[in-house]
C-alpha cells in the first residue's frame, strides 16, 4: 500500500537530482515559484558541483530581474540548456545565453505550458499555427537564441493544405512544483497561491517518464476534506518540501494578499494614475473596448487600460483576464502580476492558452518595443538583452482586436497639454517606429490575411494596420505630422486625412 508522503528538507530533496536531467520548474514572475527548492539545488551546485548539465524547462519567466527565482540556477557547468517562454525576469541565466555558454531556447509561453500536457501523455507534440512567420518558425531561427543552440525543436508540417508548425515533446526527469497544503498522503492543495499554473501536468509528465516529482508547500495538514480542491494527487508526489515564510512569499512583492485568493463583488481601491504620456495611451486604448468584451491587458504601458478604466468606472463593463488563470477582478503590477485583486474565477494556465489559441479574447492591449514599417512587432529584443516574448505570440496572434500600446519614441520622453493640446515638452531619444524589427514576435501581414483589426497607440498618434502596411488614422490635437511625427519615424506611413484623438484622453487630470 502507498505510504504516507515523504517530509524532507530541501536539500535532501534536490540531492536526489541526477546529472543530466531535464527539470521542469512551474510558477509565473513573482508567483508560484518553489523558492525553497531553487536556492537549495544552488547551495548544493556551489558545495558540490552538482548536479552538471541540467536542462532547464519553464514556461512562464520566473524571478525578480535580480536574485531570486530562476536566477538561482546560472552557473557556468549546472545549466546545459533552457527552453523557456521568457527570459526578462532571470537576467543572469541570459547573460549565460547571450556569452553563448549555454543552449538557449525562447518558446511561446503558451506552446510550452500545453507541451507539459503532451510530454505526460507521451504524444508526438504540440501542433499549433502559433509562432508561423515569427523568430519561432523553424523559416526564421526556430526560437534558438545563440549560435551554441543547435537542435531544432520545431518543425514546420503541411496539414490538410495548411501550414502547421509542430513543437516535439522531449522527456522530463524532475518536477519542481509549489502549492499551499500537502497532506499526511502529499496531496497537493493551492488555496493561499494566487494562481495555480501548470503544476498537474509538469508532475504528469515526470511520473511517466519515471521521474521524481519535488513539491514546496507552506504547511501540512492532516487530510483535506474536499478532494476537489486537490490540484496534484498524491500519488505523483515523491518528497514534499515546507518552505519558510521568507521562501514562500505568495508573490516576490507581497507575503500575502488575500485579495488575490478572494472573490468578491467589490473592486480594490485604485489610486489616481497621475497625467503622463501612459495615461494618455491607456485613455485612447481603452476607447478599443466594448461592453461585454473579454480582454487581456499586457504588462507595462497596457496596464494604463486597467487604470483608467478603474477611474472612470468602466471596469464592470467587461471581463480582464489573465494568461496565468485569473478570470476577472483587477489585474495586479509589478512582481505581481499573473495575479489578480477579487478574480471572479482561476483557472490552470494551460487551460486558459486552450481558450486564448483558439480565438476567445474580443480584445488584447500589449506593448511594443519596436513596429516596422508592415505592422510586425519586437516585444523580444534590443540593445544586447533579450526579454523574450512570454504569452506575447499566443494571445497577439489568436485574438480578434489587437492594441499595441507604447510611446511614439523611447527614452527620457516628456509631454504636456495646454488647452486641451498636447505639447512634446522634450523628445525621447530612441526611435520605436523602425524600417525593419530587429526580432519578428508579431507579424503584421499574417495579421491582415487572419482579418485581424490592430491598431498601434501612441501618445500622438494612431496608426492601423493594412494590406499597404501602416496607415496614420489619428493625431494629438497640437501635434503636427511634418514636425511631430514623420521625423521620429524610419518610414512613412500612408497618411489621408487622419482624424483628432479623443479630447477626453488629453485632459491633464
Known sequence: MRGAARIVSAAEAVAAIPDGATVAISGFVGAGHPEALTVALEERFLATQTPRGLTLVYAAG??????????????????????????????????????????????????????????????????????????????????????????????????????WLRFRTFPIHVALIRATSADARGNLSMERESLIGEVLPIAQAARNHGGIVIA???????????PKAIRVPGTLVDFVVVGSAAQHPQTFSEQFNAAYVTSRAERPAVARMAFSERKIIGRRALREIHPGNIVNLGIGVPEAVAAVAAETGRLEEFTLTLESGPTGGLPAGGLSFGSSHFPEAVIDQPSQFDFYDGGGLDVTALGALEVDAEGSVNVSTCAGRFAGVGGFVNISQNAKRVVFCCTFRAGDMEVAVQDGRLRIVREGGAIKFV??????????PSAVARGQRVLYVTERAVFELTAQGLALIEVAPGIDVARDILPGMAFRPMIGAPGVMAGECFESL
Open 62 to 163: 520566473q524571478g525578480d530581474r535580480a536574485e531570486r527565482g530562476l536566477n538561482h540556477l546560472a552557473h557556468a557547468g549546472m545549466v546545459k540548456r533552457v527552453v523557456g517562454g521568457h527570459w526578462n525576469l532571470a537576467p543572469k541565466l541570459g547573460r549565460l545565453a547571450l556569452e553563448n555558454q549555454i543552449e538557449a531556447y525562447n518558446i511561446p509561453q503558451g506552446v510550452v505550458c500545453v507541451l507539459f500536457r503532451e510530454i505526460a501523455a507521451k504524444r508526438a507534440g504540440v501542433i499549433t499555427k502559433v509562432g508561423l512567420h515569427t523568430f519561432v518558425d523553424p523559416e526564421n531561427g526556430g526560437g534558438r537564441l545563440n549560435a551554441r543552440t543547435t537542435e531544432p525543436l520545431v518543425e514546420r508540417l503541411t496539414l490538410d493544405g495548411e501550414t
Open 216 to 226: 514546496q508547500v507552506e504547511r501540512l495538514v492532516e487530510r483535506n476534506a474536499d
Open 435 to 444: 524600417e525593419r524589427v530587429q526580432q519578428v514576435c508579431f507579424h503584421g
